[in-house]
């Protein structure tokens, strides 16, 4: 079957036809290829609205232009199915994993994360991925049959993997988990419904996971320019940036200054993308995997930067960390930000009562039990909802600008 931009569906595309199914069984859909039937799940649930109003580093009272976790969401979707239809995958697929890949993120951002984390410190942690997982398994409550939205094993691998495996063939935590070990809410989901965490994931779920660092790099310069936390004169010193910025100020001397930054961004990505492109060919024709599983069961990733490209991404988030994450108008923000979610999380565990009836229905006996229904109650607050009901319970709340 052709794809649209005449690339033909590769050996190593996941196929929906050859989906290792649902948890719990389905009638198929007689309009619907299975990963399709995902991405229209994911974009109906409530988890999926949320992100309107969740942010990346600016909260939302600072301006309506900087990119939400919905608006980041949509582009790393549009990166993705790019890269899915030049290199021959399931655009479906790497579709569905865009849009669900950050279901899992608390209110304010990292920031957010952080906290609850902290708050976790003696009951597992908290882990973004491991969130999304339970948002798409056990908190979605929609059906009438199961919880969550019973999306299909690739959908469910892909949320889990997409940054490489999570054990190694010894089933030793490995890379971001190494030492605090897998969660356990993986652990105990892929105790009933093995993802493999031993493997690669899919290639969709790779250019998904590659799709996403595209979109941060790109975006988040954007984002960075327009609060005015650095200028086009600073970000010159990043390697490719002032490489484009010198040939678009060649070209378009008199050009005002926002469409300059939109031509470099489009730009930067447009190089990007076009890197990964030709990068993950080479990797894919030396491989010349002839199904899904054989990408699964590569040594190395098959999508990727180049060498080259590698180094520049490198360099714009070390650009980024201390000009941006880090400036203090942003530290000082996030903060408060933590003290909002560490306060709304201790107030709940003291007042489990003061809970929605929802969420205080057959609230485990058990500490631990208790601390993970407070954390899934307020990972899925939004930045509003969070100061709302922060200043219905205190005193005193951050302003958060």
Request: charged share 30%.
């Given at each position: 079957m052709a794809v649209a931009s005449g690339v033909a569906r590769a050996p190593y595309a996941a196929d929906p036809n050859a989906s290792r199914g649902r948890l719990y069984a389905e009638a198929e859909s007689p309009t619907r290829n299975a990963f399709r039937r995902d991405c229209d799940r994911i974009i109906h649930s409530t988890a999926f609205r949320r992100l309107k109003h969740k942010t990346q580093v600016f909260v939302y009272n600072e301006g309506d232009h900087y990119r939400t976790r919905l608006t980041h969401t949509l582009e790393v979707q549009q990166i993705a199915r790019s890269l899915a239809?030049?290199?021959?995958?399931?655009?479906?697929?790497?579709?569905?994993?865009?849009?669900?890949?950050?279901?899992?993120?608390?209110?304010?951002?990292?920031?957010?994360?952080?906290?609850?984390?902290?708050?976790?410190?003696?009951?597992?942690?908290?882990?973004?991925?491991?969130?999304?997982?339970?948002?798409?398994?056990?908190?979605?409550?929609?059906?009438?049959?199961?919880?969550g939205l019973n999306l299909t094993w690739e959908t469910l691998e892909g949320i889990v993997k997409h940054n490489g495996p999570l054990v190694d063939s010894a089933g030793r935590p490995r890379g971001r988990y190494a030492e605090r070990g897998v969660p356990a809410a993986i652990r105990s989901y892929v105790a009933h419904h093995d993802l493999e965490l031993a493997t690669h994931a899919s290639g969709?779920?790779?250019?998904?996971?590659?799709?996403?660092?595209?979109?941060?790099?790109?975006?988040?310069?954007?984002?960075?320019?327009?609060?005015?936390?650095?200028?086009?004169?600073?970000?010159?010193?990043?390697?490719?940036?002032?490489?484009?910025?010198?040939?678009?100020?060649?070209?378009?001397?008199?050009?005002?200054?926002?469409?300059?930054?939109?031509?470099?961004?489009?730009?930067?990505?447009?190089?990007?993308?076009?890197?990964?492109i030709d990068e993950s060919a080479h990797r894919l024709a030396a491989l010349a995997p002839k199904s899904a599983q054989e990408v699964r069961d590569a040594s190395v990733t098959v999508?990727?930067?180049?060498?080259?490209?590698?180094?520049?991404?490198?360099?714009?988030?070390?650009?980024?960390?201390?000009?941006?994450?880090?400036?203090?108008?942003?530290?000082?923000?996030?903060?408060?930000?933590?003290?909002?979610?560490?306060?709304?999380?201790?107030?709940?565990?003291?007042?489990?009562?003061?809970?929605?009836?929802?969420?205080?229905?057959?609230?485990?006996?058990?500490?631990?039990?208790?601390?993970?229904?407070v954390a899934d109650f307020i990972a899925g607050m939004t930045d509003r909802y969070a100061l709302l009901e922060h200043a219905r319970h205190f005193d005193s709340t951050p302003a958060l600008s």
């Open positions: 239809r030049a290199l021959g995958l399931d655009e479906d697929l790497a579709e569905a994993l865009a849009l669900c890949h950050d279901l899992g993120h608390p209110p304010f951002g990292h920031a957010g994360e952080r906290a609850l984390d902290r708050c976790l410190a003696g009951h597992g942690g908290f882990d973004h991925n491991a969130q999304a997982l339970r948002v798409v398994t056990a908190i979605e409550r929609r059906y009438a049959e199961f919880d969709e779920a790779q250019v998904a996971a590659i799709a996403d660092d595209i979109a941060y790099d790109a975006h988040d310069m954007d984002d960075g320019l327009r609060a005015e936390l650095f200028c086009l004169d600073d970000l010159a010193e990043v390697a490719i940036v002032g490489d484009v910025l010198d040939e678009l100020r060649a070209r378009y001397a008199a050009l005002e200054t926002p469409r300059l930054v939109h031509e470099l961004i489009r730009r930067v990505i447009a190089r990007m993308i076009e890197d990964v999508i990727g930067f180049s060498s080259a490209m590698a180094e520049v991404d490198v360099a714009i988030k070390g650009f980024l960390y201390p000009h941006m994450y880090r400036h203090p108008r942003v530290a000082d923000i996030m903060q408060d930000a933590e003290r909002v979610v560490g306060d709304l999380f201790v107030h709940f565990m003291e007042r489990p009562d003061a809970l929605p009836a929802e969420w205080a229905h057959g609230l485990p006996g058990d500490e631990s039990g208790r601390a993970r229904r």
